[in-house]
């Protein structure tokens, strides 16, 4: 299964108006839900399938300096 989050994170898929700092580099903040709603939207899936997609390739996914942190909204 392929979507846009797996590895591109500037684009406007899941925005982040939000940064934070990670060892003096900038790093963006994404909102849980919004991701998981833009993957049930992009792939058709259910919400099951996106939490699980997004939980093991997403959420825990080290890309480098700047990989992203990923906050549950309130």
Not at 18 to 31: C, M, S, T
Request: glycine share 6%; proline share 3%; hydrophobic share 35%.
């Amino acid at each position: 299964r392929h979507t846009r989050l797996q590895g591109d994170w500037s684009s406007d898929v899941c925005s982040s108006d939000l940064v934070a700092e990670r060892d003096g580099k900038p790093v963006a903040i994404y909102g849980v839900t919004k991701c998981i709603l833009e993957l049930m939207k992009q792939n058709k899936w259910s919400i099951e399938e996106a939490e699980e997609y997004f939980s093991f390739n997403v959420e825990g996914a080290y890309v480098g300096d700047y990989t992203p942190i990923f906050m549950e909204e309130l």
